[in-house]
């Protein structure tokens, strides 16, 4: 019986000739010379598509990237700054110094949103480095996209139910 062992053969560097140590070694530890090309790595996660999903909702780039408290806090903080901003500013015709905070909390909103942006571009980059895992998006992610398609929906069925209706009372009555 005749056992056949299957040695590798060591790889060698095409220009000094040398013996690799390794088979997939990029760089030739003799000459220094590029054997392979570097390896680029995959994007995982697009910092475009990030920043794109951030500047619609605030938190929603967190999500994309898998990051749900994250993008939780950016909501939060965003609708409450809003929210209390509007408040504030709904005051203004009976008590006019309520402009100012409202106008501050304007430029806090506005700096939330551009940090969440910033975030989400800057979460993507490090995902696809290899420093932070990613295991797939937040289950938020999909609550813009449903809230849009509802709207869709409501606006469709609005426009439907007032064609067919107004048409119910438009009819000519004959003599």
């Known amino acids: 019986m005749i056992i056949k062992h299957e040695l590798s053969m060591p790889n060698f560097c095409p220009t000094c000739g040398k013996a690799l140590q390794y088979e997939n070694a990029e760089i030739c530890p003799g000459c220094g010379v590029r054997i392979q090309p570097p390896q680029v790595p995959k994007e995982i996660r697009s910092p475009f598509w990030a920043i794109l999903f951030s500047f619609f909702l605030a938190g929603w780039g967190q999500w994309y990237n898998g990051k749900t408290g994250d993008g939780l806090k950016f909501f939060g903080a965003f609708i409450a700054t809003y929210i209390l901003a509007l408040?504030?500013?709904?005051?203004?015709?009976?008590?006019?110094?309520?402009?100012?905070?409202?106008?501050?909390?304007?430029?806090?909103?506005?700096?939330?949103?551009?940090?969440?942006?910033?975030?989400?571009?800057?979460?993507?980059?490090?995902?696809?480095?290899?420093?932070?895992?990613?295991?797939?998006?937040?289950?938020?992610?999909?609550?813009?996209?449903?809230?849009?398609?509802?709207?869709?929906?409501?606006?469709?069925?609005?426009?439907?139910?007032?064609?067919?209706?107004?048409?119910?009372?438009?009819?000519?009555?004959?003599?």
């Open 87 to 175: 408040i504030f500013l709904a005051m203004v015709p009976t008590l006019p110094a309520a402009a100012i905070p409202g106008l501050l909390l304007i430029v806090v909103v506005l700096a939330i949103w551009v940090y969440g942006m910033y975030d989400s571009y800057k979460g993507a980059e490090r995902i696809n480095k290899g420093e932070e895992n990613f295991s797939g998006k937040s289950g938020l992610f999909w609550l813009p996209v449903a809230l849009l398609v509802l709207v869709i929906f409501f606006i469709v069925a609005a426009v439907i139910a007032a064609f067919v209706f107004g048409m119910a009372g438009s009819t000519p009555k004959l003599p």
